[in-house]
């Protein structure tokens, strides 16, 4: 399946939404007229592009349409398609790469976010491009999850490096770095907790692991990748927001897209951080991974 398809798929709840939206305020036809521009911004509210998007787009059709630009309805979903992709030009969707040594991508974001299963499937989609991975497995907060990262790690046949359940997630890092390091490999992916008791403890752990691979590594971590659930909408960008204050997220993964009828979130992350979305999870298997990429991401999203 290609990629245009793949987001298709993914994005069959969400579409439903949107389209079925779109479609019901926009028959074919109608005058623009402010009564139909009210009705376009409040669809677009229950989509989740979130009220300060939603207002931004809204001015945008307005604009057009008193320019005389667009005059029916049916203009007003090509319009805003055009608007939704020319918010991304600048944006490095690649991941930054160390200029000698291992780049170190560090994975953070809540629990049951998608963390461990992102780092999983970049390992995944990393090896297929013939880069040699080590995993580092800091969250040592619940046993389950040493396991889980292992489990992954020998599915995709990566090594990992681990310590019992309960041990300092700075003295994985600071193992881990040397085995990237001794073993001559391309990336080391680092998975971290997203629960302990407190959220200040959680935010001290990661500054924490931050400081051990800035020591044992020069220039790392090269990415700091916050995993946000997409199924929680708007929330997903406070979440970010948080996540901003305490580390430097260098781009975020957008994970359970399939399962969510709220992909117009990915506008509203675009529109309201300044931090780019760099993969998109599809699914719960290995390679349910997807680079993103936001002109197959719109088209499809306005797919009928
Ligand atoms: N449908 C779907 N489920 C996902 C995706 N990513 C993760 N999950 C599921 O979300 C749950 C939590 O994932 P996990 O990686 O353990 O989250 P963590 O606590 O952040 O490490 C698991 O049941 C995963 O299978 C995705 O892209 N799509
Ligand atoms: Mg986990």
Redesign the pocket.
């Known amino acids: 399946m290609g990629l245009f398809d793949r987001f298709k798929k ?1 994005l069959t709840k969400t579409r439903e939404k949107v389209v079925s939206g779109f479609q019901s305020v926009l028959p074919f036809g109608r005058k623009i007229d402010e009564a139909l521009l009210d009705e376009v911004h409040d669809t677009m509210i229950t989509d989740d592009f979130g009220p300060v998007t939603a207002d931004r787009l809204i001015s945008g059709v307005r604009e057009a349409w008193k320019n005389k630009e667009i005059a029916e309805s049916q203009d007003i979903i090509e319009h805003l398609k055009k608007q939704i992709i020319a918010k991304w030009p600048d944006d490095v969707r690649s991941l930054a790469q160390a200029e000698s040594g291992p780049t170190v991508i560090l994975v953070a ?13 970049l390992a995944n989609h990393l090896k297929q491009q013939g880069k040699k991975i080590i995993l580092a497995a800091c ?1 040592t907060y619940r046993a389950a ?1 040493v396991l ?1 990262l292992t489990e992954w790690s020998g599915r995709c046949g990566v090594d990992i490096v681990k310590h019992d359940q309960g041990a300092d997630p700075g003295a994985v890092a600071y193992d881990a770095c040397e085995a990237a390091v001794a073993r001559n490999a391309d990336i080391l992916l680092v ?1 971290t907790a ?2 302990l008791h407190t959220q200040d403890n959680l935010m001290r752990e990661l500054n924490k692991i931050q400081r051990v691979v800035e020591k044992k590594i020069p220039g790392a971590p090269h990415e700091v990748l916050l ?1 946000l ?2 199924t929680i909408g708007q929330n997903a960008v406070n979440q970010a927001r948080h996540f901003s204050e305490h580390v430097n997220v260098s781009g975020i993964i957008l ?5 969510s009828a709220k992909g117009g979130i990915v506008v509203g992350i675009r529109d309201q951080l300044d931090v780019p979305v760099k993969f ?5 298997k290995i390679d ?2 997807e680079p993103f990429d936001p002109e197959l991401f719109v088209e499809a999203l306005f797919a009928e």
Do not use: P
């Open positions: 993914a974001g809540i629990n049951g976010s998608g963390k461990t299963t992102s780092v999983a499937k969250d999850a889980q998975d997203g629960r995993v659930d997409a994970a359970k897209l399939d399962g998109v999870g599809l699914g719960e349910d991974i």
